[in-house]
């Protein structure tokens, strides 16, 4: 409107454009003004792009901070909306929750996730990758005496028999006097009638989280947070088999190498081992 002003009487493109005079005035005036969040936008835009997208509000407000500006993350979030960028990353947690397949155990664990010594709480869960447009399942069980992955099996659907194989090494492993509680969701998996039996004939107290409770798993919860965080989303797989061969590599990193600071420094294989238990 502004070039046509040149040509054309003001309340002549007013009328056209259905546009009240003060709005009009408004505008030019917002026009003239300075943009006071101009060098804030410009470091969100900076800190987006140096970590290609992957960066969403929260982030990037942390970054910010990092440099020694203070920054609400509110005031960062819209800003971006304004700027129209927002984080790439998407992530979907697997539900192993498919409606209801036989019954429900109840919540023994009830979030109590120290033990006193190893095969007192176990933990299981599955969760899922993709690379290169298909799927990879893990389904890992783990100690809550020192938070070590007892064992582990994978699959490329999430289906039974990765659960029943996960169940038989981490026995074999521990031997048939290991008689844990195990916690889990309320899966599919975990209230079929053949997996309840045999943590029966294994001795195995069964436990559930309260539906929709991710909360009541927490500590299988982390350490997929972890995994990912620290192997997944830090590496580039041409397929999932060279992530199968991958996660392999991990856990027993995580196992034997990788300290934790409740456990005083050590790894969960040190920290059992010191403790005499084996």
Do not use: C
Not at 5 to 31: C, G, M
Not at 255 to 276: C, D, F, H, Q, T
């Amino acid at each position: 409107m502004l070039e046509l002003r040149q040509e054309f009487p003001l309340t002549d493109l007013l009328q056209a454009a259905r546009l009240p005079r003060s709005t009009y005035y408004y505008r030019i005036k917002t026009l003239a003004t300075p943009d006071r969040h101009g060098g804030l936008k410009a470091k969100i835009q900076a800190v987006y792009a140096a970590h290609r997208g992957l960066y969403g509000y929260r982030r990037i407000t942390l970054t910010i901070r990092s440099d020694g500006e203070l920054v609400n993350h509110k005031k960062v979030q819209r800003l971006m909306n304004e700027l129209g960028i927002r984080s790439r990353v998407r992530r979907k947690k697997f539900r192993s929750y498919q409606g209801e397949i036989g019954e429900a155990a109840p919540n023994l664990l009830n979030r109590e996730f120290t033990a006193s010594g190893p095969n007192e709480k176990w933990v299981t869960d599955v969760t899922e990758f993709r690379v290169a447009g298909k799927k990879l399942y893990l389904s890992p069980v783990m100690d809550l005496y020192n938070g070590e992955i007892v064992a582990y099996e994978s699959s490329y659907r999430p289906d039974f028999p990765m659960v029943m194989g996960m169940l038989r090494k981490a026995v074999k492993k521990r031997g048939n006097a290991a008689t844990p509680m195990l916690h889990s969701d309320q899966g599919w998996h975990y209230r079929m009638q053949p997996y309840r039996a045999a943590l029966a004939r294994y001795g195995m107290k069964q436990s559930m989280s309260r539906k929709g409770n991710r909360f009541d798993n927490a500590a299988m919860e982390s350490f997929f947070g972890t995994l990912k965080a620290e192997y997944f989303h830090l590496s580039d797989f041409e397929d999932v088999d060279a992530l199968r061969v991958g996660l392999k590599g991990y856990i027993d990193y995580y196992n034997r190498r990788r300290i934790k600071s409740k456990l005083g420094g050590l790894s969960p294989v040190e920290y059992r081992m010191r403790a005499g238990k084996n």
